[in-house]
């Protein structure tokens, strides 16, 4: 069985720029989200989303923005990007709302 | 707001010996509590998890105790070996709300 698959892997931007991170979750797994992982503040959450809706939304910015399709994939975006928004950008699956998550091994971004 | 914080956040044990990481939530509607490890570039992996209806559980050389009425869960890990060796998060999940609350992490050194 397939993992949670993430990317890309790596990216570089420049300030100002956008970015979008792709998610393809588990087969069977409804429920995707995503959190930030920087060495300071640990993991962040994101939002999360369940059969293409919005569920659940953390403290972040409105520069951050996600959305599910239809097979449960699931892409977040990140415009006009800050230096501060360099970070490990994780992405999680699990069945439903029973909470075991699993996770991607993380989309790194650098912007310079 | 929720949170849970995570103690302590680095951890040196000489092989073989216990490791004991300690977590404490807020949100009393907490139900599930799971405990994620991390390897250096890889995203976090379930290794444990209770439920509010259990005080402990164990799997091997891992176990987790949880006390409800003081809010606080511990991983505890016997025998340590090299490989153990990685960033530990702890998380509280309430499924009223979808949310998962990460710890900040505690970096784990097994000294062989």
């Given at each position: ?56 939304k953390g403290n972040f910015p409105g520069r951050f923005s996600g959305r599910q399709f239809s097979n449960s ?40 | ?112």
């Amino acid at each position: 069985k397939a993992g949670v698959t993430q990317t890309p892997r790596y990216l570089i931007k420049t300030r100002g720029q956008q970015v979008t991170l792709s998610c393809s979750p588990i087969s069977g797994h409804r429920s995707v989200s995503w959190y930030q992982q920087t060495p300071g503040q640990g993991l962040q959450f994101l939002f999360e989303y369940f059969s293409e809706t919005q569920r659940n939304k953390g403290n972040f910015p409105g520069r951050f923005s996600g959305r599910q399709f239809s097979n449960s994939r699931s892409e977040m975006n990140v415009s006009t990007l800050e230096l501060g928004d360099s970070a490990l950008y994780l992405c999680a699956s699990s069945i439903d709302h029973t909470g075991e998550l699993f996770f991607g091994e993380g989309s790194r971004l650098t912007v310079l | 707001g929720e949170n849970v914080e995570q103690h302590p956040s680095t951890l040196s044990v000489q092989e073989g010996d216990s490791a004991v990481i300690k977590c404490t939530y807020s949100d009393s509607a907490s139900n599930y509590f799971p405990w994620y490890k991390q390897e250096l570039g890889k995203g976090p992996q379930l290794i444990i998890d209770i439920r509010s209806n259990v005080g402990e559980k164990k799997d091997q050389r891992i176990a987790v105790t949880l006390n409800k009425t003081a809010k606080h869960f511990s991983l505890h890990i016997t025998e340590t070996q090299p490989e153990d060796s990685a960033v530990y998060f702890c998380a509280a999940f309430t499924s009223g709300t979808y949310k998962y609350i990460f710890g900040t992490g505690t970096r784990l050194k097994v000294l062989a």
